[in-house]
């Protein structure tokens, strides 16, 4: 096998064809690049004896991993998860192996067949004495945001294997990665499914998720967020086609939104701008005029939407994108639309 293999949907990564003498920077190489960044040291008996094993397929706005190696010390500093990275949820399902996962002043020991979560958001040591294999997700922690709400409460935590959720999200981790090429939208009911699972074992823990809500109403919730941001281009998206949609009264949809900080409707524009001015920001979308940009994520008016860009961030789209691509170093990732009203 080569060293790396890259197809549709589909990382594969390997030591073998390696040097042995180069194998543990390589590997923390890939896995800084690949998945999140970190320091990688090997535990085995000699640095020529590391092995190690990545396969990596995207679903469902999530990644799903196969992680086989030799012992190693991972090691995420503080510095690098103040750095500016994307937020995200890690679940990691122990197949094989024994390891240690420390993080919050915590640490869960995993065997065979325990589950545990972290995120790269705060400074985390993970440790495998010897050979290992897990099936992990990465997801993006808005997208858990509705079953992981707390995540400095459930990091570290252990998930005994003992929960027959642990097979089922096996089972969703192996289904996922034996069908690269998944189309999005059902990718993104797995994602959910696997979700609603991991929710299950976190509530027989006693780690109940935001605000103490029902599992009901937590799910429906999850259901919403999950069909708006798979449906944020249409411009038809709103609370009536939501509500007939997931077959859930409008009245009932929006009560579920009376905890929120925005309203349904203010969710729906701010993701909107959001993924608009991500779009802004990228180099490879720079062909596209900003109405363009605008239409391909809901807007049918380009005035309407310059207005409401100009009130989220403080500048018109067209001043942001030759900011943002003039100056990369700018740190932009931490920007949130606001909306005044108008």
Known sequence: ??????????????????????????????????????????????????????????????????????????????????????????????VEGHGRITQNGRTACLAPGDTALFTNARAYELSFDGAFEQRVFILPQALAQWTVSDLGSMAAVTLPASHPGGRILRAFAVGLMETPGLPEEQGGYLRQAMLETLSAMLADRGLAGRGGQSQLSRYHRARIHAYIRDNLADPALSANAIAAALRISKSHLHRLFEGETRTLAETIWCLRLDACRRDLERPGLGHLTIGEVAFRWGFVDQAHFSRRFRQAFGCAPRDWREVALTTPSLDRERAEPSLPDE
């Open 1 to 94: 096998m080569n060293d790396l293999q890259v197809w549709h949907d589909r990382f594969v990564l390997s030591t073998d064809a390696v040097r042995l003498q180069d194998r543990v920077a390589f590997w923390a190489d890939v896995v800084c690049r690949q998945l999140i960044r970190a320091e990688v040291s090997s535990l085995g008996p000699g640095r020529s004896g590391f092995e190690g094993h990545l396969e990596q397929v995207h679903a469902g706005r999530m990644d799903v991993c196969l992680i086989q190696a030799t012992g190693q010390r991972v090691l995420r500093t503080s510095a690098q998860a103040n750095a500016g990275d994307p937020p995200m949820c890690v679940i990691a399902l122990q």
